[in-house]
């Protein structure tokens, strides 16, 4: 009986980087699948704007009726800001845990997890700047469906800076738990970059078309 062929692989390292990891794939199609949904819900938008003659729909269960009620700005623009400006602190920590910078890692995951709080914070606020209520129309529901969806995005993005933060501050921080810092920094570069994208169309689109 001749003996099963094996390949030695003892030399080959235990994780990988990047575009070399399957997790890196993972967190790739999990971005693909999740802006699929994004879009669904700003084509929902760009078709309820086909049928309304004005836009935003007048608010007229006040007195006297709102004829413009186009979302305030304020806040929804501070947010934007920020998450873009996070951007290059995620990318500072990002590049801390390749160097295996335990306490530079720690002191990053805090800051973006205070920033990804602020966010939300700022996101109820949002909602107030809308100046409708879920259940209005089918124009406030788009939005508010569409702002609460990316609310979930920044709600996993603190659970996950929470998490390994606090695993990371109480263990050695070993090369399989820098690479998953390494993937919340390409998850948190999406967050920003949709929620620019949904600022755009759903704060300034309304002044421009």
């Not at 993972?26 to 078709?47: D, H, K, P, Q, R």
């Not at 939300?120 to 508010?144: C, G, H, I, P, Q």
Request: charged share 15%.
């Amino acid at each position: 009986m001749r003996p099963r062929a094996t390949i030695d692989v003892s030399h080959l390292p235990n994780s990988a980087w990047d575009e070399r990891s399957p997790l890196w794939w993972g967190n790739l199609l999990l971005a693909l699948i999740e802006s699929s949904t994004v879009l669904l819900m700003l084509a929902t938008y760009f078709y309820l704007r086909m049928n309304e003659r004005l836009w935003p729909p007048p608010k007229v269960d006040v007195f006297p009726p709102i004829l413009n009620p186009n979302p305030d700005l304020g806040v929804a623009t501070a947010n934007v800001l920020m998450l873009i400006g996070s951007c290059a602190l995620m990318y500072w920590t990002d590049m801390a845990a390749r160097r295996k910078d335990k306490p530079k890692v720690v002191l990053g995951l805090v800051i973006m997890l205070v920033v990804s709080i602020v966010a939300m914070v700022l996101r109820w606020y949002e909602f107030k700047a809308t100046k409708f209520w879920w259940n209005d129309n089918a124009y406030a529901s788009t939005l508010w469906w569409t702002l609460g969806l990316h609310f979930t995005y920044l709600l996993a993005g603190a659970g996950e800076f929470f998490i390994m933060g606090l695993w990371i501050s109480t263990h050695r921080l070993d090369e399989k738990h820098a690479m998953d810092v390494t993937l919340a920094g390409g998850y948190w570069y999406w967050v920003a970059g949709t929620a620019t994208l949904i600022y755009a169309v759903i704060f300034i689109g309304p002044r421009i078309l």
